[in-house]
């Protein structure tokens, strides 16, 4: 296929996946079950960092979470105190009870002492564009104290990872919701600026496409892929996550 062919294909396939029908084995459902900003993004942001795994692993983790909270994400987390979760059994896979008292506190601290998730997020002057805003949310979150093992969930770009988990929170953040799979919550961030989420199904589906050479999953190569898919939409360059994840998770291209 040349450039024009490929567009269009990956077009076609983009808006078939992005549907409300998406959300019926995505963990993306957890939030869509909330309505108040506040509520939505720290259930996203949770479940997204859970999201590893068995998508239906990641669902039932992401509804014990919900149950920890009471269903009252927001309320749980201002008033959070860590004696509620160390003594729970709450484990998905590497990430354990202590490390979501980490997150928890740290939480608690953005929206007690700062002004939330969404302001986390901001630009800062030493780094460009969604590296900055990622570096300065990761530098926000890491501010408190926790265990060493508890930063491999806070994913460092800097590093050249490709922090699959954030890109999706803010895919999932940004993105409008007018197809009812995205909730186009946050206004501070353009869905221009935001970064596919790379995982095994985008990054082969990507190479059998032509469009990413690096064999490496990491920061490097989610440039390499934007920089194309940024000449197919500049506006949305993202919504290309649906084809390419749908062409692997349900076509098995």
């Known amino acids: 296929m040349n450039f024009h062919e490929l567009k269009e294909f990956l ?8 549907n409300p029908e998406f959300l019926v084995s995505d963990p993306i459902q957890l939030p869509h079950r909330f309505s108040k900003k506040e509520d939505i993004e720290i259930i996203a942001f949770l479940v997204s960092t859970i999201a590893w795994g ?19 994400p927001t309320d749980f ?23 979501l008292d980490f997150f928890f506190r740290s939480l608690n601290n953005l929206y007690v002492n700062r002004e939330g998730l969404e302001k986390a997020f901001s630009t800062i002057p030493e780094y460009p564009g ?14 408190i104290e926790h265990h060493e093992r508890s930063k491999k969930h806070v994913s460092d770009p800097l590093k050249n990872s490709a922090a699959k988990r954030l890109n999706m929170y803010l895919r999932w953040m940004t993105r ?31 190479r059998k496409l032509g469009i990413l050479t690096r064999k490496q999953d990491d920061w490097k190569a989610l440039e390499e892929l934007m920089g194309t898919l940024i000449q197919m939409d500049a506006a949305d360059p993202v919504k290309y996550d649906f084809a390419l994840f749908g062409l692997g998770a349900f076509e098995k291209f």
Do not use: C
């Not at 068995?54 to 009252?72: A, D, F, T, V, W």
């Not at 987390?77 to 484990?91: A, C, D, G, P, T």
């Not at 969604?130 to 501010?143: K, M, P, V, Y």
């Open 176 to 206: 409008d919701s007018r197809k009812g799979v995205d909730f186009g919550i946050w206004k501070s961030i353009s869905p221009s600026e935001l970064y596919l989420p790379l995982d095994v199904h985008t990054s082969n589906n990507a």
């Open 54 to 72: 068995n998508r239906k692993g990641i669902i039932k983790s992401g509804e014990r979470l919900i149950e920890i909270m009471e269903n009252e």
């Open 130 to 143: 969604l590296l900055g805003r990622i570096t300065n949310f990761r530098r926000q979150f890491l501010d």
């Open 77 to 99: 987390i201002r008033n959070y105190k860590s004696s509620v979760i160390l003594q729970s059994n709450f484990v998905h896979r590497t990430f354990n009870k202590e490390d």
């Open 11 to 18: 077009d076609f396939k983009a808006d078939q996946y992005e």
